[in-house]
């Protein structure tokens, strides 16, 4: 039986991803800046104030405080709270997610919305449903986490691979939060892993060079590539964010990985301190980190 052995472990997972994207945000859309930055700011394409969340944070947050709600997953409680965020911030949400709020808003059944909004749009395998993943690994064990993020990814991405991408990182998060190693997590994943494409990519990371895209895949690649060379929580978020490209969501996501693996105390102090809404980050953690599966 495996245990969530440290909290500080969960706790890391879901502040670590607030960081990264927080982190990221003001750098997502630009080329690799020429020096490496190395400390929050705001501004960027999307102008962002210094720490500022976005919705990759905002819809994390709601899977982990519907998990905490309805003690486990709950498709429609979820759908619910994704469009409560959606409705308050809707310029921040990409087409795919935008396209199935949009559907479910008007009177689509949610069993329907994310399959109609796929057919319409010709795909839907960029990676909303991998960077609000995360706290599903700190929520259900290994042996239970895999199929429940495969159901989470498609209440809005219908295309397999954007769930098995998520499904693959989330069960690394399961069982490094409940004591496995970084290699050992990494080891089971692939074992784990059900989609040729997914494990072709994460399976072999060393092959490939990290690419800050908005595709499932690609960017669930560049964050485990970047977490995997790291030493430490902050070299492998600085890493991700000075990609450029989708620098929030891969920030979010290495973020997430990282955080399982060192914990929030391995969080540099000068980004804790910068990130808005910490102390509800946190509470909402720690909820997790007490009453998730062993």
Known sequence: MIFISDHVRVSGTLIGLAIGDAFGAPLEG???PYEPIIQMLPGGRFPRRKGEITDDTLQALAVAESLLACRGFDPGDLMTRFVAVYRGNPQWFGPTS???FDLFIGGTPLCDAARLAHEQAGGSRSNGSVMRGFPLGAWYAPDSVYDVSIAC?????????????????????????????????????????????VMRM??????HPPEPSLDAVLCAHAALHCFMHAGSFEEALVTAVNLGGDADTIGACTGA??????????????WLRDLEDLRHIRTVAEELALRGQD
């Open 257 to 270: 990985l990282a955080g399982a693996c060192w914990g929030a105390d391995a969080i540099p102090g000068r």
């Open 202 to 207: 994460l399976g072999s990371y060393k092959e």
């Open 30 to 32: 630009l080329p690799p």
């Open 98 to 100: 935008t396209k199935v």
């Open 153 to 197: 990814s498609r209440l809005t991405h219908h295309d397999p691979v954007a769930a098995h991408a998520s499904a693959f990182l989330n069960l690394m998060v399961s069982r490094m939060c409940r004591g496995e190693s970084r290699d050992s997590a990494f080891r089971a994943a692939v074992a784990a892993c059900r989609d040729g494409e």
